[in-house]
Structure formats: structure tokens, C-alpha cells
């Protein structure tokens, strides 16, 4: 089961090469794209949030109700094709989201694993500390993933990540 992260900008090449059975797009509301060709409607979630940490006056935060549609559309995925999650960067929500699920498949694995890991694959990933933070608090995990993601520090600012993967499963 493998999670792929990148930037808009890839998605047609990582959709070519990879050929990933589901993909979450999380772009501002004015910019979310088509299904692209190759995918099914119901396999892509299009998730219209700002890439902020705080209420702000004309953006759409994420939401309790963006996580948990994360969540749900990440318990439709059976894993045998990667799952391509992307945003404008390839930095933020998409690496939040990755981490989300992984943290979600694997209960038992410390939260500070999965952060480390993430941050192996990609020293530019900043996971949107609101979409962790809310996230924590529906799988019950006490501050912990927010912790970790906190633990991981804050990487050098880029434009735009690089495609990367991380296992959905560790064990």
C-alpha cells in the first residue's frame, strides 16, 4: 500500500507512470480539477480547503468535516494501486493528508514513526498543522500526531515538492 505525494503540476505525469486507483485532490475552492482521464469519478475526492492554519476572512480553513471526508474516502482504498494525493505544493495538505492516513491504517505504529518517515521521503514536507490537529482529535490520538508533526521542525521553504512516496502500512 503506497501513498504518492506531489505537486498539481505532476499529477498527469504520476497518473501516467504510477496509474494509482485513487486520488485526493486538496486545492483552494476556486481551483479544484476535473477527474482526470483514466479515473473514475467516485475514485477521486476533491477536497476545496485554503492552505491555512486559522479562520481567515475570505479562505476556507479545513475542517473536522474535511478530515473525516478524507478518512472516509480513505476507507474506500483497498491499497493493491497507490493512492496520489496532491495540492498546489506538494508541501502542505497533501502531506498532511498523507500522514493522516498513514497514522489512521496503522494504530499501532508511534506517530513520531510515520512523521520521521514522511520527512525521510521529503525534507521539503510541512504537513498543514490544522488538518494534523483536527485529525488527532478524531482517531483519538491525545496530541500525538500533532507532536510528531511538530517534532519533524519546519523544512526550507520551497515552490514545489518533488513526487515521493510513503508506505500507508508499516509493520
Known amino acids: 500500500m503506497t501513498l504518492i505525494v506531489c505537486p498539481l503540476s505532476q499529477v498527469p505525469a504520476q497518473i501516467a507512470l504510477r496509474r494509482p486507483s485513487h486520488l485526493i485532490t486538496l486545492l483552494d475552492p ?4 476535473p477527474t482526470p482521464e483514466g479515473l473514475h469519478p467516485a475514485r477521486h475526492l476533491r477536497v476545496g480547503v485554503n492552505d491555512i492554519c486559522e ?3 475570505g479562505l476556507l480553513a479545513p475542517s473536522e468535516a474535511t478530515v473525516r471526508s478524507i478518512l472516509d474516502f480513505g476507507a474506500g482504498w483497498d491499497g493493491p494501486e497507490p493512492m496520489l494525493i496532491h495540492c498546489w505544493a506538494g508541501v ?3 502531506t498532511a493528508t498523507a500522514f493522516i492516513l498513514a497514522c489512521e491504517r496503522n494504530p499501532d505504529t508511534p506517530e513520531r514513526t510515520i512523521a520521521e518517515r514522511l520527512r525521510a521521503a521529503s525534507p521539503a514536507a510541512n504537513p498543514n498543522r490544522r488538518l494534523v490537529s483536527l485529525a488527532d482529535d478524531l482517531l483519538g490520538r491525545g496530541g500525538r500526531m500533532v507532536d510528531a508533526r511538530d517534532a519533524i521542525g519546519y523544512p526550507d521553504s ?3 515538492n518533488t513526487p515521493f512516496d510513503i508506505p500507508a502500512r508499516y509493520g
Request: hydrophobic share 30%; proline share 0%.
Open 30 to 33: 476556486d481551483s479544484l480539477i
Open 55 to 57: 479562520e481567515t476572512e
Open 92 to 94: 502542505s495538505r497533501s
Open 158 to 160: 520551497v515552490f514545489e
